[in-house]
């Protein structure tokens, strides 16, 4: 048998479509309150119907896009209850994730959390809200990746896409850009020292104070 190495196959089309599309909701390119038309989307992209209509499915799934018969699709309006439901189970996951992470994460994993937070503080001295929550999602996916979990990631990324689209609005009317790397130092702190309780209890202190300022920027 010939030693070959694989040649990796390229991605879906519907999976291009979905990165694209999902990439778009999350910076903002396309907007609550507009109705988006498949086709015209579909035109826009390069793409037939078929993926691009995969792909919005996927999205529905997520809770990042609803459907609007015979007009099109939206994003998705949060409500209090989206946000406190939200939140509950990102405890639940993210503490549990945590603890598992301190028991073994790696020097090198740690260097990683340690330049997103470099790159945290630059976009605070800036007074970049957006390239804050870009950096704080690339923070949280990392923990989801040490944690070598597919499926506890997976979960994971779809509520930090959720509170991402919920917390921007939120960080530009009332959290402070330097606290949240405060406590963001305190959770790799945690971590570096291999305290599992402590890691857990800065992580579940981290994301009630995001929830609290989050229902705060909600008139529903």
Do not use: W
Not at 167 to 191: F, K, P, Q, W
């Amino acid at each position: 048998m010939l030693k070959l190495e694989r040649i990796d196959k390229p991605a879906s089309l519907a999976e291009i479509a979905y990165n694209t599309l999902r990439e778009s909701i999350l910076t903002f390119k396309l907007e609550p309150g507009i109705i988006y038309n498949e086709m015209a989307v579909a035109g826009d992209l390069g793409l037939s119907r078929t993926p691009v209509r995969e792909a919005l499915l996927r999205l529905s799934g997520q809770g990042l896009i609803k459907f609007l018969p015979r007009k099109g699709f939206e994003l998705i309006r949060y409500t209090c209850q989206d946000v406190e439901e939200i939140f509950e189970l990102r405890q639940l996951v993210e503490t549990a994730m945590i603890r598992k992470i301190a028991q073994k994460v790696t020097a090198s994993e740690i260097k990683k959390l340690e330049a997103e937070l470099t790159v945290q503080r630059k976009a605070a001295a800036k007074n970049d809200s957006f390239a804050f929550m870009d950096s704080d999602r690339i923070f949280h996916n990392l923990l989801c990746v040490y944690a070598d979990n597919s499926r506890l990631m997976c979960i994971a990324e779809n509520f930090q896409d959720l509170c991402h689209l919920m917390g921007t609005r939120a960080l530009s009317a009332n959290i402070a850009m330097t606290r949240s790397i405060d406590e963001h130092e305190m959770i790799v702190e945690a971590i570096r020292k291999k305290d599992p309780e402590k890691a857990a209890r800065s992580m579940g202190e981290h994301l009630e104070k995001i929830r609290k300022a989050v229902l705060e920027t909600f008139t529903d």
